[in-house]
């Protein structure tokens, strides 16, 4: 079962706060609302699994909304379906590195845009003016391309230093 134990002194007023205001930067950002309160309510679960019946309690709506949701963050890789052991049941998992995933799935779509305007380009011409703007396009997603890749390896460096730091002060509780 993936019920979670509540948190001693954790005001759940304040986590469905919480889950309201990121999901309305999500919404804000192009993420359509009810999958960004589904993306918020799993983010803000201590064991980021939740079942369809547990996230349409937390956010109050239908088992049809938590549905539809779910889809579209499996769609664009931002939650995972698993099988509840010893049930029939599905839940859903939101994984600690989703941003990293996400960001790293965009990166082919730029490659496919990449490969679309260097058509382009080539269609239109280098020298026509609509050549030059595509061609002024293409060389911005592959600025964008290269800076990420830079930056996904700077993130991992960063990420994998941050965890190595939790377990050294998990340890030095454990010793206290």
Known sequence: MSEEQPVENRDDEAVAQFVERFAAQLADAGMPRMPARVFGCLLASDSGVLTSAEISERLQISPAAVSGAIRYLSQVGMVSREREPGSRRDRYRVHSDQWHEALTRKDSSLTRFEIALRDGVQSLGESSPA???????????EFMQQELNVMMDRWRVHRDELRAQHEGDAADELRK
């Open 131 to 141: 050549g030059r703007r595509v061609g002024e396009t293409l060389a911005f997603f």
